[in-house]
């Protein structure tokens, strides 16, 4: 990368989606009930809201369909201060959209509509390509890599920001419907063999693992692949970082769960955020916590992102910091 400061600190790319929330816990997908949304969802677009409420130059590379939940998302990543310029709008194919409903022990069930919808049309020619390569970092999530244009494009987008000197950060989310798939397998397993910051959660590195300790699995994906930081995210029992020599661990913030969706998006939002800011290690794990904290406290999955006020103000509140 050349002296001149990049155009984007973060640029990331992936599923943009309408999502609905079952009002009441236990409430079931075969019987009629309540939802509130539309809410602007998708991995990437939590992850890059938090990250631009922070400050950071995002861009984003998307397709939404031209329609009232296409318009949703739209008009919120740029309140949010996000470059759309690369996001799209299919006239022949409608929003993605996903319905979530909690089990009585907290766990999610989630119906998508995404394969046959515009957010599957991702598309890049050669100067956008030029455009959002020159930027500090690019952000994968493993639930971006369901169809062979998002595929694509994301390979050719890592090989250009490395190329220039950027980094490239993979939060793999992995999920066993997609590991079903072998093009998907094969491109969340290329982004661990590329990437340079590595989010994984302890189901990620267990997956990874293939039974071994995890401990073991820590040490030999530092050990033989390109990454130079690895994060753990532990949940309720807050991360852990690992490289360069060093191990850091912080604590989570103990809040009132209302809606667990897009806390590890947040979290990593945040982390990015920090990072490309010039923040040390230390202090941006302990953003992203806060982060992934507050986010669970609203309903919906980008209704948690905050601004750094908001997470100094939790940081420095008297709750309880496991």
């Keep these: 990368m050349s002296d001149a400061q990049p155009t984007f600190d973060i640029v990331t790319a992936g599923e943009l989606l309408a999502e609905f929330v079952a009002e009441r816990r236990g409430q079931r997908f075969t019987e009629a009930g309540r939802f509130l949304g539309p809410f602007p969802s998708g991995a990437p677009a939590i992850f890059a809201s938090q990250a631009a409420r922070m400050g950071a130059r995002v861009a984003y590379v998307g397709c939404v369909g031209e329609d009232g939940f296409g318009e949703l998302i739209r008009e919120r990543l740029t309140a949010d201060g996000i470059d759309i310029g690369a996001v799209a709008c299919d006239p022949e194919r409608p929003t993605g959209t996903a319905f979530v409903r909690y089990r009585d022990d907290g766990e999610r069930d989630f119906v998508f509509n995404l394969a ?23 952000h994968v999530m493993g639930s971006s890599l369901t169809s062979p244009a998002a595929i694509a494009l994301i390979d050719a987008l890592v090989a250009r920001v490395q190329a220039r000197g950027g980094q490239v950060s993979f939060d793999p989310n992995i999920r066993p419907e997609l590991m079903r798939d072998p093009a998907s397998r094969d491109a969340v397993l290329r982004r661990v063999d590329d990437c340079d910051i590595f989010l994984p959660s302890e189901a990620d590195i267990a997956w990874l693992g293939e039974g071994e300790a995890e401990a073991d699995t820590v040490a030999r994906l530092l050990a033989t692949k390109r990454l130079s930081l690895l994060v753990l995210k532990r949940a309720e029992r807050g991360s852990e970082a690992f490289g360069a020599g060093e191990h850091q661990r912080v604590g989570a913030f103990k809040v009132t769960e209302r809606d667990p969706t897009g806390a590890g998006d947040c979290f990593g ?54």
Excluded: C, K, Q
Excluded at 116 to 138: N, P
Excluded at 307 to 319: H, K, V, Y
């Design 269 to 322: 939002g945040a982390l990015i955020a920090a990072l490309a800011g010039g923040e040390t290690l230390a202090r941006a794990l302990t953003l992203a916590s806060a982060a992934g904290a507050h986010a669970v406290t609203r309903i919906g999955p980008m209704e948690g992102a905050s601004d750094r006020i908001t997470l100094d103000a939790l940081i420095a509140s008297p709750g309880d910091f496991t």
């Design 116 to 138: 046959h919808s515009a957010a599957a049309r991702l598309a890049l020619d050669e100067a956008g390509l030029a455009r959002l390569a020159d930027t500090r970092y690019l």
